[in-house]
């Protein structure tokens, strides 16, 4: 007989965080199951609850935490680096690590999307003015330099969401290739 590990209050909490990312980006807010997300991390719907109070707390969290994950990400990369070596570093983990997981990706579609809500669309905005903020410190490059950096992963984005990030498509081609010559 296998005994099961009781998990903490913060494990659980991530478990809950890791199956709402999936669910969320599988259905966006409003299509999301909280009955799904909770028999993914393996504990009531009534504690979802508990833990986070509504969907749209617990979709807020998420977010959060996604945000969160690409900062520490780039920090990682770029630690030690300044200026352009700053932004490739950065921007080669974002093609390799963070776009290349399916599921963040279509979640941080599914939160850009949800900014019609104005707590959400606050939430949006934190995470990604810190992104900003931090690339333009550790970077010390001038506006102009930061938002083609911004502009090119938002292209990518959307070409992965697409499904051409390796795409053989002339067109396509042209744009990827574009990105790569511009960093």
């Known amino acids: 007989m ?3 590990v ?3 209050a913060d494990e659980r909490r991530e478990a809950v965080l890791d ?3 999936v669910e969320f980006a599988a259905r966006g807010l409003h299509g999301a199951s909280t009955e799904a997300i909770a028999k993914a991390a393996g504990i009531s719907q009534p504690y979802v609850f508990r833990l986070f109070g509504t969907k749209k707390e617990l979709f807020k969290a998420t ?3 996604c945000m969160r994950e690409t900062l520490e990400t780039f ?3 770029a630690e030690g680096k300044r200026g352009e070596d700053a932004l490739d570093a950065m921007g080669s983990v974002y093609v390799t690590d963070l776009i290349a997981d399916r599921t963040r990706l279509k979640a941080q579609l599914e939160a850009y999307s949800a900014c019609d809500d104005p707590e959400i669309c606050q ?3 934190d995470g990604f003015g810190d992104l900003v903020a931090y690339v333009e410190r550790v970077s010390g490059l001038p506006p102009e330099r930061v938002s083609a950096f911004f502009a090119q992963g938002m292209l990518i984005n959307v070409m992965s969401a697409m499904g051409l990030k390796d795409s053989e498509e002339p067109w396509a081609r042209r744009l990827i290739d574009g990105c790569k010559e511009g960093a």
């Open 2 to 4: 296998t005994t099961a």
């Open 6 to 8: 009781r998990q903490s």
């Open 123 to 125: 939430v949006v905005r």
């Open 19 to 21: 199956a709402a990312q």
């Open 63 to 65: 977010i959060a935490r």
């Open 75 to 77: 920090q990682r990369a």
